[in-house]
């Protein structure tokens, strides 16, 4: 089994929701990411998390919060989004931690988020 | 058919022509590198991975060349077929206190004619 699997795969929020992206893999993977991808551009990565532990936040707003409750399971809550937060949201999942982190990470389809 | 770097985004190429994509990385400090193929409405699919200790890594109708020198990363497709039509991204990692964090180049739009 080599799927990450994320949900939904669409989701439409106002402004003032709540709501959470999952992903699940179960592939064994020690570390697992959240990226952001705008259209025509490329993923930028917002969170990393080994072994469970948040090791790279780069510097994204509070608005967006992840959770690891193990270590197949990645989520993502939503809160006062603004439209420009409208984009795909991808999970994705490599091995380990350190240098092991270096290997081919596997990607999910991704979460169409619109934000109204 | 060949692109040229991160400016001209687009390639177009015949069915079973070969096909190069060409990225350029920016940190000489980077010891992994992944193409990644994304079609439409789908998550980047790994293609072939090379670490900085080579300079060449053949796949399935696929090689990648790694030039550190110029800090430059080609991804050749042999034959290429319709279903290669997609965006090529190329990524980076810089390895230290950056594992697991890849950088991902421009992309490419790569469009197969039949």
């Known amino acids: 089994d080599t799927e990450v699997t994320q949900t939904p795969k669409h989701l439409v929020m106002g402004m003032t929701n709540k709501k959470s992206l999952k992903c699940e893999q179960h592939?064994?993977?020690?570390?697992m990411y959240w990226y952001k991808q705008k259209a025509k551009k490329p993923p930028e990565l917002m969170f990393v998390?080994?072994?469970?532990?948040?090791?790279i936040n780069e510097s994204v707003p509070s608005r967006f919060s992840p959770e690891c409750p193990n270590s197949s399971l990645l989520n993502l809550h939503l809160h006062a989004l603004q439209p420009e937060d409208s984009a795909l949201y991808l999970c994705?999942?490599?091995?380990?931690?350190?240098?092991?982190?270096?290997?081919?990470?596997?990607f999910g389809q991704g979460t169409r988020l619109t934000v109204v | 058919g060949e692109n040229v770097g991160l400016h001209l985004p687009t390639l177009s190429v015949q069915e079973g022509d070969n096909s190069i994509i060409n990225c350029a990385y920016s940190?000489?400090?980077?010891?992994?590198f992944i193409w990644y193929k994304q079609e439409s409405g789908k998550g980047p699919q790994f293609i072939i991975d090379?670490?900085?200790?080579?300079d060449k890594r053949q796949g399935q109708r696929v090689t990648v060349l790694l030039n550190k020198t110029v800090k430059h990363l080609s991804l050749q497709i042999a034959a290429t077929q319709p279903g290669d039509s997609a965006v090529y991204f190329c990524?980076?990692?810089?390895?230290?206190?950056?594992?697991?964090?890849?950088?991902f180049g421009q992309g490419t739009i790569l469009t197969v004619h039949p």
């Open positions: 090379i670490r900085s200790n080579m």
């Open positions: 994705a999942s490599s091995q380990g931690q350190g240098a092991l982190m270096n290997t081919e990470a596997f």
């Open positions: 998390y080994s072994y469970e532990k948040l090791s």
């Open positions: 990524a980076e990692n810089a390895g230290g206190t950056s594992y697991g964090k890849l950088t």
């Open positions: 940190n000489s400090a980077s010891d992994y």
């Open positions: 592939m064994g993977h020690r570390a």
